[in-house]
T-cell receptor, first 117, second 114 residues
Framework: GAVVSQHPSWVICKSGTSVKIECRSL??????MFWYRQFPKQSLMLMAT?????????EQGVEKDKFLINHASLTLSTLTVTSAHPEDSSFYIC?????????????FGDGTRLSIL | DQQVKQNSPSLSVQEGRISILNCDYT??????FLWYKKYPAEGPTFLIS?????DKNEDGRFTVFLNKSAKHLSLHIVPSQPGDSAVYFC?????????????FGKGITLSVRP
Protein backbone atom coordinates (compact mmCIF):
# COMPACT_ATOMS: atom_id res chain seq x y z
CA GLY A 1 0.00 0.00 0.00
CA ALA A 2 0.93 3.63 -0.42
CA VAL A 3 3.25 4.99 2.24
CA VAL A 4 3.07 8.55 0.97
CA SER A 5 -0.24 10.29 0.42
CA GLN A 6 -0.53 13.33 -1.81
CA HIS A 7 -3.56 15.57 -2.08
CA PRO A 8 -5.24 16.72 -4.23
CA SER A 9 -4.61 14.43 -7.17
CA TRP A 10 -5.96 16.90 -9.73
CA VAL A 11 -6.47 20.65 -9.70
CA ILE A 12 -7.82 23.02 -12.31
CA CYS A 13 -7.83 26.69 -11.44
CA LYS A 14 -7.72 30.13 -12.93
CA SER A 15 -4.54 32.01 -13.63
CA GLY A 16 -3.44 34.11 -10.67
CA THR A 17 -4.74 31.85 -7.93
CA SER A 18 -2.57 30.01 -5.42
CA VAL A 19 -2.69 26.26 -5.07
CA LYS A 20 -1.61 24.19 -2.08
CA ILE A 21 -0.53 20.58 -2.42
CA GLU A 22 -0.12 18.34 0.61
CA CYS A 23 2.26 15.45 1.03
CA ARG A 24 1.87 13.14 4.01
CA SER A 25 3.98 10.21 5.07
CA LEU A 26 1.81 7.40 6.39
CA UNK A 27 2.99 5.15 9.19
CA UNK A 28 6.47 6.62 9.29
CA UNK A 29 8.26 9.82 10.13
CA UNK A 30 9.94 11.57 7.25
CA UNK A 31 12.80 13.84 8.13
CA UNK A 32 13.19 14.74 4.49
CA MET A 33 10.64 15.17 1.75
CA PHE A 34 11.32 16.01 -1.85
CA TRP A 35 9.24 17.88 -4.38
CA TYR A 36 9.50 17.09 -8.09
CA ARG A 37 7.89 18.41 -11.22
CA GLN A 38 7.40 16.44 -14.40
CA PHE A 39 6.50 17.83 -17.80
CA PRO A 40 5.11 15.46 -20.47
CA LYS A 41 7.63 12.93 -21.73
CA GLN A 42 10.31 14.41 -19.49
CA SER A 43 12.05 13.16 -16.40
CA LEU A 44 11.10 14.00 -12.84
CA MET A 45 12.97 17.18 -12.02
CA LEU A 46 13.79 17.87 -8.40
CA MET A 47 12.47 21.25 -7.32
CA ALA A 48 13.41 21.32 -3.66
CA THR A 49 14.38 19.31 -0.63
CA UNK A 50 12.22 19.88 2.41
CA UNK A 51 13.58 19.22 5.89
CA UNK A 52 11.33 19.22 8.93
CA UNK A 53 11.68 22.35 10.98
CA UNK A 54 13.99 24.17 8.60
CA UNK A 55 13.85 26.05 5.35
CA UNK A 56 13.65 24.12 2.14
CA UNK A 57 16.64 23.85 -0.16
CA UNK A 58 15.69 24.82 -3.69
CA GLU A 59 17.34 23.60 -6.86
CA GLN A 60 18.89 26.07 -9.24
CA GLY A 61 16.31 27.83 -11.35
CA VAL A 62 13.38 27.16 -9.00
CA GLU A 63 11.86 30.33 -7.56
CA LYS A 64 11.44 29.96 -3.82
CA ASP A 65 8.94 32.81 -3.68
CA LYS A 66 6.88 31.13 -6.35
CA PHE A 67 6.92 27.66 -4.87
CA LEU A 68 6.50 27.93 -1.12
CA ILE A 69 7.37 24.83 0.84
CA ASN A 70 6.45 24.22 4.45
CA HIS A 71 7.51 21.14 6.38
CA ALA A 72 5.89 21.74 9.72
CA SER A 73 5.89 18.19 11.02
CA LEU A 74 7.58 14.87 10.43
CA THR A 75 4.60 13.64 8.46
CA LEU A 76 3.49 16.65 6.43
CA SER A 77 5.03 18.89 3.82
CA THR A 78 3.11 21.35 1.68
CA LEU A 79 3.92 22.99 -1.63
CA THR A 80 2.08 26.18 -2.50
CA VAL A 81 2.24 27.43 -6.06
CA THR A 82 1.62 31.14 -5.67
CA SER A 83 -0.08 33.23 -8.34
CA ALA A 84 -0.11 30.28 -10.69
CA HIS A 85 0.06 30.84 -14.43
CA PRO A 86 -0.45 28.46 -17.38
CA GLU A 87 3.28 27.74 -17.60
CA ASP A 88 3.08 26.29 -14.08
CA SER A 89 0.77 23.57 -15.37
CA SER A 90 2.56 20.32 -14.70
CA PHE A 91 2.60 17.12 -12.71
CA TYR A 92 3.89 17.73 -9.18
CA ILE A 93 4.99 14.81 -7.08
CA CYS A 94 6.48 14.43 -3.65
CA UNK A 95 8.56 11.75 -2.03
CA UNK A 96 9.76 10.96 1.46
CA UNK A 97 12.51 8.97 3.07
CA UNK A 98 12.39 7.09 6.32
CA UNK A 99 13.80 9.02 9.22
CA UNK A 100 17.44 8.38 10.02
CA UNK A 101 17.62 5.54 7.53
CA UNK A 102 20.25 5.33 4.89
CA UNK A 103 20.09 3.05 1.91
CA UNK A 104 16.35 3.51 1.90
CA UNK A 105 14.66 4.43 -1.35
CA UNK A 106 12.40 7.41 -1.63
CA UNK A 107 8.70 6.59 -1.48
CA PHE A 108 6.56 8.64 -3.82
CA GLY A 109 3.07 9.97 -3.61
CA ASP A 110 0.71 9.56 -6.56
CA GLY A 111 1.28 13.11 -7.76
CA THR A 112 -0.89 16.15 -8.43
CA ARG A 113 -1.91 17.14 -11.92
CA LEU A 114 -2.09 20.95 -11.94
CA SER A 115 -3.81 22.70 -14.81
CA ILE A 116 -3.89 26.50 -14.88
CA LEU A 117 -6.41 28.06 -17.24
CA ASP B 1 22.37 18.64 -19.30
CA GLN B 2 20.83 15.21 -18.90
CA GLN B 3 23.01 13.35 -16.42
CA VAL B 4 20.90 10.20 -16.55
CA LYS B 5 19.87 9.08 -19.99
CA GLN B 6 17.33 6.54 -21.08
CA ASN B 7 17.72 6.81 -24.80
CA SER B 8 15.03 4.37 -25.85
CA PRO B 9 11.60 5.82 -25.14
CA SER B 10 9.80 2.51 -25.49
CA LEU B 11 10.24 -1.25 -25.59
CA SER B 12 7.85 -4.00 -26.57
CA VAL B 13 8.44 -7.66 -25.67
CA GLN B 14 6.50 -10.87 -25.75
CA GLU B 15 5.21 -12.33 -22.51
CA GLY B 16 7.69 -14.83 -21.08
CA ARG B 17 10.67 -13.26 -22.80
CA ILE B 18 13.36 -11.12 -21.25
CA SER B 19 13.00 -7.34 -21.06
CA ILE B 20 16.23 -5.37 -20.99
CA LEU B 21 15.98 -1.70 -20.11
CA ASN B 22 19.09 0.39 -20.47
CA CYS B 23 20.32 3.49 -18.72
CA ASP B 24 23.47 5.58 -19.12
CA TYR B 25 24.86 8.28 -16.89
CA THR B 26 27.49 10.95 -17.25
CA UNK B 27 28.23 11.99 -13.67
CA UNK B 28 31.08 9.84 -12.33
CA UNK B 29 30.17 10.93 -8.79
CA UNK B 30 26.99 8.87 -8.86
CA UNK B 31 27.40 5.84 -6.64
CA UNK B 32 23.89 4.61 -6.03
CA PHE B 33 21.38 3.67 -8.68
CA LEU B 34 17.71 2.81 -8.54
CA TRP B 35 14.93 1.67 -10.81
CA TYR B 36 11.38 2.83 -10.31
CA LYS B 37 8.22 1.62 -12.02
CA LYS B 38 5.30 3.90 -12.69
CA TYR B 39 1.75 3.13 -13.72
CA PRO B 40 -0.50 5.89 -15.13
CA ALA B 41 -2.00 8.19 -12.49
CA GLU B 42 0.23 6.71 -9.79
CA GLY B 43 3.55 7.70 -8.28
CA PRO B 44 6.74 5.78 -9.01
CA THR B 45 7.29 2.68 -6.93
CA PHE B 46 10.72 1.44 -6.01
CA LEU B 47 11.86 -1.73 -7.76
CA ILE B 48 15.49 -2.41 -7.16
CA SER B 49 18.73 -0.61 -6.47
CA UNK B 50 22.45 -1.17 -6.72
CA UNK B 51 25.45 0.39 -5.07
CA UNK B 52 28.53 1.22 -7.07
CA UNK B 53 30.53 -1.35 -5.12
CA UNK B 54 28.52 -4.08 -6.80
CA ASP B 55 28.00 -5.02 -10.43
CA LYS B 56 24.85 -7.04 -10.01
CA ASN B 57 21.83 -7.15 -7.75
CA GLU B 58 18.99 -9.62 -8.11
CA ASP B 59 15.51 -9.65 -6.64
CA GLY B 60 13.18 -12.27 -8.00
CA ARG B 61 12.49 -11.61 -11.67
CA PHE B 62 14.42 -8.35 -11.58
CA THR B 63 18.17 -8.03 -11.95
CA VAL B 64 20.14 -4.82 -12.25
CA PHE B 65 23.60 -4.82 -13.77
CA LEU B 66 26.08 -2.00 -13.35
CA ASN B 67 29.08 -1.34 -15.58
CA LYS B 68 30.90 1.54 -13.95
CA SER B 69 33.61 1.86 -16.56
CA ALA B 70 30.96 2.31 -19.23
CA LYS B 71 28.70 4.35 -16.94
CA HIS B 72 25.90 2.05 -17.91
CA LEU B 73 23.30 0.06 -16.07
CA SER B 74 20.51 -2.17 -17.18
CA LEU B 75 17.41 -3.73 -15.71
CA HIS B 76 16.55 -7.25 -16.75
CA ILE B 77 13.07 -8.62 -16.22
CA VAL B 78 12.65 -12.31 -16.82
CA PRO B 79 10.20 -13.71 -17.52
CA SER B 80 8.28 -10.62 -18.56
CA GLN B 81 4.60 -10.49 -17.63
CA PRO B 82 1.78 -8.28 -18.95
CA GLY B 83 1.55 -6.66 -15.51
CA ASP B 84 5.08 -5.39 -16.00
CA SER B 85 3.80 -2.97 -18.63
CA ALA B 86 4.58 0.46 -17.21
CA VAL B 87 7.07 3.31 -17.42
CA TYR B 88 10.45 2.50 -15.89
CA PHE B 89 12.66 5.25 -14.56
CA CYS B 90 16.35 4.95 -13.89
CA UNK B 91 17.63 7.21 -11.11
CA UNK B 92 21.00 7.94 -9.55
CA UNK B 93 22.37 9.69 -6.51
CA UNK B 94 25.77 10.73 -5.22
CA UNK B 95 25.35 8.96 -1.92
CA UNK B 96 22.94 6.68 -0.11
CA UNK B 97 21.97 8.90 2.78
CA UNK B 98 18.34 9.43 3.66
CA UNK B 99 18.37 12.91 2.15
CA UNK B 100 20.20 12.05 -1.05
CA UNK B 101 18.93 13.80 -4.12
CA UNK B 102 17.86 11.64 -7.02
CA UNK B 103 18.48 12.45 -10.66
CA PHE B 104 16.04 10.72 -12.98
CA GLY B 105 16.07 9.68 -16.60
CA LYS B 106 13.09 10.34 -18.86
CA GLY B 107 11.75 6.84 -18.52
CA ILE B 108 11.11 3.91 -20.82
CA THR B 109 7.63 2.67 -21.59
CA LEU B 110 7.61 -1.11 -21.48
CA SER B 111 4.80 -3.02 -23.16
CA VAL B 112 4.57 -6.75 -22.57
CA ARG B 113 2.39 -8.45 -25.16
CA PRO B 114 0.32 -11.45 -24.04
Amino acid sequence: GAVVSQHPSWVICKSGTSVKIECRSLDFQATTMFWYRQFPKQSLMLMATSNEGSKATYEQGVEKDKFLINHASLTLSTLTVTSAHPEDSSFYICSATLRLASNQPQHFGDGTRLSIL
Amino acid sequence: DQQVKQNSPSLSVQEGRISILNCDYTNSMFDYFLWYKKYPAEGPTFLISISSIKDKNEDGRFTVFLNKSAKHLSLHIVPSQPGDSAVYFCAASVNTGANSKLTFGKGITLSVRP
